[in-house]
């Protein structure tokens, strides 16, 4: 499902990662044939501003007849980070965990879907200072909505797609909004570079700063094996924290190194 962090990118990264975006990073989903009616996303960065390498990956698939509106559907994740303690980070990026999960969800030819899914996680290694305390059963519910306006894969001309969800965690015991817009140009024979301007939104419900976010930035992504294989991005961007709390106060700068990768199956 769209990420992050393309690349939609990063995440939101997930879900704002695998969807949530803060996620750094969102992936646009391919049309899925009757057949390929699953898609994965995968993706690893390095984010130069909060010190931490994370690695995502993410499987949904849905099951039953291909032509009714609302299905079931099953999710597999896995999310790591490096970094365990210094201090908070996103929670969809400090929060290193495994999940398997199953619900319904209603999808529209738009671009929007309705979700809602429980199931098991269980957390990875060490708790960093704001991770999920706990393991165990895990709700999600929540809308996403993905637009695409670009050039046909594989060809130059104009990039141009929106991302946004409104998503509720157990696991967090919070709801997260992200909204990303991307518009940039796609160079070269079989599409090989892009070049790209990026606003990212992220809001939550109770009010941590680093869950409370505006980024502006560019990025440029190479696509050196083809438009369905992996793709290389380095991306910069500025930061404003929306909320007060943040001990090195309310802007940054943001270098990410990304690698991703989606395709249906």
Partial sequence: MPLSRGCLGLRARAAVVAAILLGAVALPRAAAAADQSGYLSAYALRDAHYDDAVLAVDATESLGDAQRRIRPFYELAYTRDTRVAGGPLPRTFADSYVLGAMGLQ????????????????????????????????????????YRDWSVATGSPGRIASLYGSAQYYSRYGDAIAYLQAERGIAFGRGRTTDVYARLTLTADTLGYYYDNVAELGVGVRLHPFGAYAPSIALEGFGGRYLRAGSPNGATYFDLRPTLTLGFSF
């Fill in 106 to 145: 209603a999808q529209y030819a738009d671009g929007l879907r309705l979700f809602a899914q429980l199931g098991l996680s269980g957390r990875l290694g060490e708790a960093p200072v704001n991770a999920a305390p706990r393991s165990g059963s895990d709700f999600r519910g929540g809308v996403q909505l």
